[in-house]
């Protein structure tokens, strides 16, 4: 079975500080995905990644930084959290030609 | 010409009726087009996905119904259960030498089957 694993479950930090959200796949999938999702939005998708090294903006990147340096590991980085950043955030991983699989998501609050 | 529209966006269901979720797209490139089912707390789950190449794909209570020339695919859940009762995404992509598997997703539909 394919695995993908968040580094927290919940995490709370304050505004202004640095968040790193950390994403594991353990298929050795080529495409790497962060969304966010808000109640009434449904997923977001904030970036993509389709290659180590190589990113994409999604449709809310603004914000938000990735990095991939390995192909199993997707980040996600907040420069500087705001409280309008709260929200579950929910990585996922792809092959070509078939659907993603996610992780169990991070519930991030920013006080 | 990217979006899939998804409804309704909450629906309840007798245990042991039948549920149905509709979407609609309208790029006609999207290829691929898969269903999720996400229980609160958890990250969704892929649930059953279907090609444009078949009508319609079963697994179980779940069945897939696909018309390409109105650009619509619609979830069925039979015999619904309580424990179906959770929300449910459509998505569509594009395939091709070209695909990243990006997903572009419905706005979900919040099922409650009532016991």
């Known amino acids: 079975d394919v695995k993908v694993t968040q580094s927290s479950r919940y995490l709370v930090k304050r505004t202004g500080e640095k968040v790193f959200l950390e994403c594991v796949q353990d298929m050795d999938h080529e495409n790497m995905f962060w969304y966010r999702q808000d109640p009434g939005l449904g997923l977001r998708l904030i970036y993509f990644s389709y290659d180590v090294k190589m990113k994409e903006k999604g449709d809310i990147p603004e914000g938000y930084s990735v990095s991939r340096e390995k192909k199993e590991r997707f980040s996600l980085i907040l420069e500087s959290a705001s409280t309008n950043q709260t929200s579950m955030y929910l990585c996922?991983?792809?092959?070509?030609?078939?659907?993603?699989?996610f992780g169990p998501g991070t519930r991030l609050t920013v006080t | 010409q990217q979006q899939v529209k998804q409804s309704p966006q909450s629906l309840i269901v007798q245990k042991g009726g039948i549920s149905i979720i509709n979407c609609a797209y309208e790029n006609t490139a999207f290829d691929y087009f898969p269903w999720y089912q996400q229980f609160p707390g958890k990250g969704p789950a892929l649930l059953i996905a279907i090609r444009p190449d078949v009508s319609e794909k079963k697994e179980g209570r779940f069945t897939i119904s696909f018309n390409k020339s109105a650009k619509q695919f619609s979830l069925h859940i039979m015999d619904s259960q309580p424990g179906d009762s959770a929300t449910y995404f459509c998505?569509?992509?594009?395939?091709?030498?070209?695909?990243?598997?990006?997903?572009?997703f419905g706005q979900g539909t919040t099922l409650q089957v009532k016991p």
């Open positions: 996922a991983s792809s092959q070509r030609l078939v659907g993603q699989y």
């Open positions: 998505a569509a992509s594009k395939g091709g030498s070209s695909n990243t598997g990006k997903l572009i």
